[in-house]
């Protein structure tokens, strides 16, 4: 579970349905459907985001722990579903400690890098063993601190199942010049479904590989089009500016600048376009395939209206230099939670709190430090 999307991440529609979601059109008419409800609001949350904001800046980042926790207790306590409300119940200290542990390894690499980046690239790779500890400390403490009627979250991953998914999947990756990628996503994302639970009952997962392949295709596909015809239509631009600023210079922009706006232009929507194709296919087709016990998922978005999101957003963003940031976050939540659908066939009573660990927040500072992707 990630930040964007408070106790649940889910995404877009599935352009492949597991064998098991065909007949989900029968077993749906004898299941209550609950929808997920958003009640946020952009500038209550507006409010709460410019205080974490000048709070972090006044204590030198001190408050940071603080502001996260306040941030995600008012994202968690305005989702719903039906007339109970999640809730976020991380304590900020044992955050701040990670932080500071998770700062002291960066300072370290950045001293190893001034001295020779031979002493850099050693120490990264000594640190690369911790990846997996991380990812299953930071999906422990993050789901722990996850509740929904009293009742937590849970993760029971080990730590070679984790070392598995994460460093060593890169390197098959690597290897296999992406080929191999769709294949390691599909196993990273069972991997955390299936060891994640919820009071006494674990989740489960039916997704196979197959449409990771025709998602990342696709994506492939399209970003090659879009790269070489807008590099085409960019050089025609370019050759007509030029033999038109042969007659008359004055009359035409740099070729040079005209031809990095350009490509600023291009990289952007190419950007957009991955981002706003993988989250609506790939988490979506994550939660149509993820079950809690006999409770099904059910998640339809559209990849026009969240691209649509993405961009105006980003161009709002810019437009406020930052300030429209907690805007766009509550605009993808309402979007997204709306289209989020749970078919429950066990009774809600039926769920008991499980056995609770003690779980530090010094992986789950790491993993976002690092930039891993641990939420489903």
């Known amino acids: 579970m990630n930040d964007d999307a408070g106790p649940v991440d889910p995404g877009g529609e599935s352009p492949v349905s597991p064998p098991e979601l065909h007949s989900r059109s029968v077993a749906e008419t004898s299941s209550q459907a609950r929808q997920l409800r958003f009640t946020g609001d952009g500038r209550e949350y507006f409010r709460i985001w410019i205080v974490n904001v000048a709070l972090t800046l006044l204590t030198l980042g001190i408050y940071s722990a603080w502001a996260k926790v306040r941030a995600r207790r008012y994202l968690y306590g305005n989702v719903w579903l039906g007339d109970d409300a999640f809730d976020y119940t991380a304590n900020p200290v044992a955050i701040l400690r990670g932080r500071l542990l998770v700062a002291t390894v960066l300072v370290l690499l950045w001293f190893a890098q001034i001295l020779s980046i031979w002493y850099y690239y050693a120490a990264f790779l000594a640190l690369m063993p911790l990846v997996p500890w991380v990812v299953v400390r930071a999906r422990s403490f993050q789901l722990r601190r996850s509740e929904y009627r009293g009742i937590a979250f849970g993760f029971s991953g080990k730590y070679w199942d984790a070392a598995v998914w994460y460093p060593l999947s890169w ?170 659908l749970v078919f429950q066939r066990d009774d809600a009573n039926s769920f008991e709190s499980g056995e609770r660990q003690r779980v530090g927040a010094t992986g789950a500072e790491a993993a976002g430090e690092f930039g891993l992707e641990i939420g489903i």
């Open 171 to 340: 390197v098959a990756s690597i290897a296999t010049l992406g080929l191999a990628r769709p294949f390691t996503v599909f196993g990273r994302d069972r991997f955390l479904v299936t060891e994640s639970s919820f009071g006494n009952r674990t989740f489960g997962y039916v997704g196979t590989p197959r449409p990771y392949y025709g998602m990342y295709v696709v994506t492939v596909i399209v970003v090659g089009v879009l790269y070489i015809g807008g590099g085409i239509l960019l050089f025609a631009v370019v050759v007509a500016r030029t033999m038109a600023s042969s007659s008359d210079p004055g009359t035409a922009v740099p070729d040079v600048a005209f031809m990095m706006i350009g490509g600023v232009v291009l990289g952007g929507s190419v950007l957009l376009f991955i981002a706003a194709y993988l989250r609506t296919r790939l988490l979506s087709y994550r939660w149509n395939s993820s079950r809690l016990g006999n409770n099904e998922f059910k998640l339809d978005l559209s990849f026009s209206t969240m691209l649509w999101l993405y961009a105006s957003n980003t161009v709002a963003i810019m437009a406020t230099f930052g300030l429209f940031v907690p805007f766009a976050r509550i605009r993808v939540l309402r979007y997204v939670l709306g289209q989020f």
